[in-house]
Antibody
């Protein structure tokens, strides 16, 4: 059974940093693209970033370029999202997702809430 | 503002058939496959349809998907109260190198 468990969310001040983690199990982590997708309170889904199997390719939505960094450790079956220079508009539930061969999520974690507020 | 366009709401009575539309462009739906997700209140999204019209194991055949050109649709037949949820379409976007989502459709079972 595929399981994705996020951690690391919390309350942070504007301009602060946070690192999200996602522990994956139930599938061969090193053979799949992975993504982070977020959902602001009461809003829809927004793809944030994705990373290739070996970490050699990474892509980001424009609004987080230069501030967020996606990474992975295939030896630990883990996905990460380093978030710097956080803004109020980054407040959201952040989901870790396994991507299928079309590049779209097929399994999602339960999400971790990030709140950016003073 | 979402890249893919969905109606914000839809409704139906138990047993009815409802459809939810999703409109995109040549860089996403027009050249890639479409997925649909169901999000029950307070939970993570769940894959409902992939590759335009394929159902993952465990998804009832009451749910079906189709795609034509730069648009797609999700149909739910034999509507049930437990189908009340938010539904999102998605497709890979060639210009973003990532998936784009619709704004979501809130389905109400009357």
């Amino acid at each position: 059974e595929v399981q994705l468990v996020e951690s690391g969310g919390g309350l942070v001040q504007p301009g602060g940093s946070l690192r999200l983690s996602c522990a994956a199990s139930g599938f061969t982590f090193s053979t799949y693209w992975m993504s982070w997708v977020r959902q602001a309170p009461g809003k829809g889904l927004e793809w944030v970033a994705n990373i290739k199997q070996d970490g050699s390719e990474k892509y980001y939505v424009d609004s987080v370029k230069g501030r967020f960094t996606i990474s992975r450790d295939n030896t630990k079956n883990s996905l990460y999202l380093q978030m710097n220079s956080l803004r109020a508009e980054d407040t959201a539930v952040y989901y870790c997702a396994k991507d299928d061969t079309s590049g779209q999520p097929d399994y999602w974690g339960q999400g971790t809430l990030v709140t950016v507020s003073s | 503002q979402s890249v893919l366009t969905q109606p914000p709401s839809a409704s139906g009575t138990p047993g009815q058939r409802v459809t939810i539309s999703c409109s995109g462009s040549s860089s996403n739906i027009g050249s890639n496959t479409v997925s649909w997700y169901q999000q029950l209140p307070g939970t993570a999204p769940k894959l409902l349809i992939y590759s335009n019209n394929q159902r993952p194991s465990g998804v009832p055949d009451r749910f079906s998907g189709s795609k034509s050109g730069t648009s797609a649709s999700l149909a739910i037949s034999g509507l049930q109260s437990e189908d009340e949820a938010d539904y999102y379409c998605a497709a890979w976007d060639d210009s973003l190198n990532g998936p784009v989502f619709g704004g979501g459709t809130k389905l109400t079972v009357l």
